[in-house]
Every structure is written in structure tokens, then in C-alpha cells.
């Protein structure tokens, strides 16, 4: 009887994980260059039940076996491309195919989809945190005022090839990369797989890539998680009911 209420019970944190994730995504939909993220669960083993014959367990035949709930394995991000959205900023950037812009911050190298740019005091192009964006000679630093980007990547300031942006991939980003929140991402701990530079890769000038956020799917997702919620919660009160009577009725003396 407990263990049925402990596996209602895993079954609601996992779903209300799950609720957080898909609102998470939702809430990111306008958000340029956003992977959205899907949560994975794991069965915890499986346990034997046994009868018990004349007061004794030990030798006793098997009735089957019972799940003992759920729990959550991880949370991966979605890498499929999103869709392109122009707005004739020529400071925005969109890549088509595997890779990350670089960024550079107080925390290290940081990776990202975000490509929308702006110019700092110093003539830097930044982030919309602040954060430098890297070309293949460092820093970038754009003094002029005619700037064009082409597919390659190969920074054109006034007529003149400035710098070209340093766009990186990774085998398998899933498995190699972590969100570290502001839309950035950085290599996992434990890591040994390096950034190489992508080999495949558009550059847009005066597009962003859409957040890969299907707001239908999304939105269902969240429906079903709800519903599966309220199942195991309703689990729980009956097993609940079922306690009270044994407790108050069952074992009434008249």
C-alpha cells in the first residue's frame, strides 16, 4: 500500500519537472537562437514481489514483479535548426547548419545561436549582454560605418575584409554542451571534446534564427503533463481512502 503511494508520488515531481521544462519553452519563443529542452525519465528498478506462506517470506513463490516508479534521467536541448526571421539589421546574424557564434566573457569561452549584435563604445561587437564576439583574430572591433557580412562569415568593413567571424561545431552539441542560462552555452564538465571550426555553416546578414519552439506541440505536451499529474494525484487519494479505512474501519472492534 506505501509503495503504491510512493510511486504516485515520483510520478507527480517527474511530471511537475516536466511541466516546468515544456513552460520554460514557451515562455522562450520569441527568443532568438533558443533550443528548446525536453526532459527524459528513467523506471526505477523493477521489484519482485513475493508471497508470503505460513509466516514465512524466505522460499516463498513469486507473485511478479512491481514498478516502483519514475525518476528523471536528464534534460537535453533540441539542436534542430529554427526558422529564419528577417528584420534589416545589419547587425544581425543568422547560421544555417551546425555551429556557434563565440562569445567571450568573465566566465570563459561561451557558445551561442543568438546572432543578434550590436556595437559597444569601443566600436566592439557585443552581445546583448555585453558579451565580446570573437572573429578569428580575437576580438572583434568594427571601425566604419559600411559593414557587410557574406555567406562565409568574411567581416567586410568600408570595402576592406576586417576579420571573419570564428564559428565552431561540435559532433554531438547534445552531449557536449550544457545551457548555462542567457541563451549562451558552455562545453559540460568532464568534457574532452573540443570546439573545431565548422565547415558547414551559412552566414544571413540581417536575419536571426527563431527559436525551434513548436507552440502547438509545446502546448499539448503541457496538457498531457497536466493530466498525467492529476492521474497520479488522484492515485494517492484513493490509496489515502483506502489507509483511512483500514486504520478506522477495518480494525474496529463491535
Do not use: C, W
Not at 515544456?22 to 526505477?44: P, Q, R
Not at 562569445?103 to 563604445?121: K, V
Amino acid at each position: 500500500m506505501i509503495r503504491g503511494l510512493y510511486t504516485a508520488a515520483t510520478g507527480m515531481l517527474a511530471e511537475m519537472n516536466k511541466h516546468d521544462v515544456i513552460a520554460n519553452n514557451l515562455a522562450n519563443v520569441d527568443t532568438a537562437g533558443y533550443k528548446k529542452d525536453t526532459l527524459t525519465l528513467e523506471s526505477f528498478p523493477l521489484a519482485l514481489i513475493k508471497a508470503v506462506e505460513g509466516g514465512r517470506v524466505r522460499n516463498a513463490s513469486s507473485i511478479g514483479y512491481l514498478g516502483t516508479g519514475v525518476g528523471i534521467s536528464e534534460t537535453v536541448f533540441d539542436n534542430s535548426q529554427g526558422a529564419m526571421k528577417e528584420t534589416g539589421n545589419k547587425l544581425d546574424f543568422a547560421l544555417m547548419g551546425e555551429g556557434f557564434f563565440v562569445l567571450d566573457t568573465p566566465n570563459g569561452e561561451m557558445y551561442t545561436r543568438n546572432g543578434s549584435f550590436a556595437l559597444d563604445a569601443q566600436g566592439r561587437l557585443v552581445d546583448a549582454h555585453g558579451y565580446y564576439v570573437r572573429g578569428q583574430n580575437g576580438v572583434i572591433q568594427i571601425d566604419g560605418d559600411d559593414v557587410s557580412v557574406d555567406k562565409n562569415g568574411n567581416i567586410i568593413v568600408d570595402g576592406t575584409r576586417l576579420d571573419s567571424f570564428r564559428i565552431v561545431e561540435f559532433g554531438e552539441p547534445e552531449n557536449v554542451l550544457r545551457k548555462v542560462g542567457e541563451n549562451l552555452f558552455q562545453i559540460s564538465d568532464g568534457s574532452a571534446t573540443a570546439p573545431q571550426l565548422a565547415g558547414n555553416v551559412v552566414v544571413s546578414q540581417g536575419f536571426i534564427e527563431t527559436s525551434n519552439v513548436d507552440v502547438a506541440k509545446e502546448t499539448v505536451g503541457l496538457i498531457v503533463t497536466l493530466r498525467a499529474y492529476e492521474a497520479n494525484q488522484k492515485v494517492i487519494q484513493s490509496h489515502n481512502e483506502i489507509l483511512g479505512k483500514a486504520v478506522n474501519d477495518v480494525g474496529r472492534l463491535r
